[in-house]
Nanobody
C-alpha cells in the first residue's frame, strides 16, 4: 500500500524557517515527479512547488519563489521543502503528493496527482 507521511510542520514566527519532509513507502518513487501543495481554511488547495524524478526540473508558485526550496533524496524516497522568510499568509496545511507517471512533469494541478499524504500544519504568527 502506498503511503506518504509528512513531518516538520509547526508554529513559527514571521521571518522564521521550517523544513518539511515527506517520506514515501510502498513502492519506489524515484522515477516519479512529486509536489507540495497547501490549503488554508476556506481556500482551495494550491500548488507550492514541484520536482521531477531527477531533481533537474523544479517549479515554484510565484508566492514562494526565492523563499522556498524543494529537493529530493531518491535513496531515501523522501522529498523536502525548506521554507525560509515565512509569512503569516503561508499558514496552511501542507501536503505532499506523487504523480505516478514515470519521468513525468511535476504539474501544478492537484487532480493530476495520484497519491497524497495526510498533511502537516504550518502556522506562522505575525
Amino acid at each position: 500500500q502506498v503511503q506518504l507521511v509528512e513531518s516538520g510542520g509547526g508554529l513559527v514566527q514571521a521571518g522564521g524557517s521550517l523544513r518539511l519532509s515527506c517520506a514515501a513507502s510502498g513502492r519506489p518513487f524515484s522515477s516519479y515527479p512529486m509536489g507540495w501543495f497547501r490549503q488554508a481554511p476556506g481556500k482551495e488547495r494550491e500548488f507550492v512547488a514541484g520536482i521531477n524524478w531527477s531533481g533537474g526540473s523544479i517549479y515554484y508558485a510565484d508566492s514562494v519563489k526565492g523563499r522556498f526550496t524543494i529537493s529530493r533524496d531518491n535513496a531515501k524516497n523522501t522529498v523536502y521543502l525548506q521554507m525560509n522568510s515565512l509569512k503569516p499568509e503561508d499558514t496552511a496545511v501542507y501536503y505532499c503528493a506523487v504523480k505516478a507517471t514515470r519521468r513525468g512533469v511535476p504539474v501544478s494541478t492537484a487532480r493530476e496527482y495520484d497519491y497524497w499524504g495526510q498533511g502537516t500544519q504550518v502556522t506562522v504568527s505575525s
